[in-house]
């Protein structure tokens, strides 16, 4: 199992971004992905996950109406889609696969998670 995260950058506040998670090694029948992001000195936090098979979403509050989770699983890629970003959403940002078999969810916590990417960083100026 391999995710590669990408699309990270610089913008400025109230501008978007497209992240993208390309996966390999597993289905997504089977597995959820989560976002996860981690700011200097703060602690690792979960922005959203899609469950197997895309059934379901979850955001953090501080995201909500402002970031999409989706899927393309012709392409194996999962996308989080940023928008109106501001300052605080400056941090490096994680993709990660939970094994779910046949339990339909997705966890947002980070100790769920089985697999990660490598991260891609957001930098939002004011």
């Known amino acids: 199992v391999q995710l590669q995260a990408s699309g990270g950058g610089l913008v400025q506040a109230g501008e978007s971004l497209r992240l993208s998670c390309a996966a390999s090694?597993?289905?997504?029948?089977?597995?959820?992905i989560g976002w996860f992001r981690q700011a200097p000195g703060e602690e690792r936090e979960a922005v959203s996950c899609?469950?197997?098979?895309?059934?379901?979403?979850s955001y953090a509050d501080s995201v909500k109406g402002r970031f999409t989770i989706f899927r393309d699983n012709a392409k194996n890629t999962a996308y989080l889609q940023m928008n109106n970003l501001k300052p605080e959403d400056a941090a490096v940002y994680y993709c990660?696969?939970?094994?779910?078999?046949?339990?339909?969810?997705?966890?947002?916590?980070?100790?769920?998670?089985?697999?990660w990417g490598q991260g891609t960083q957001v930098t939002v100026s004011s």
């Open positions: 990660a696969a939970e094994w779910r078999g046949s339990n339909y969810g997705c966890s947002m916590i980070g100790a769920q998670y089985d697999y």
């Open positions: 090694g597993f289905s997504s029948d089977y597995y959820a």
């Open positions: 899609i469950s197997n098979r895309d059934i379901s979403t």
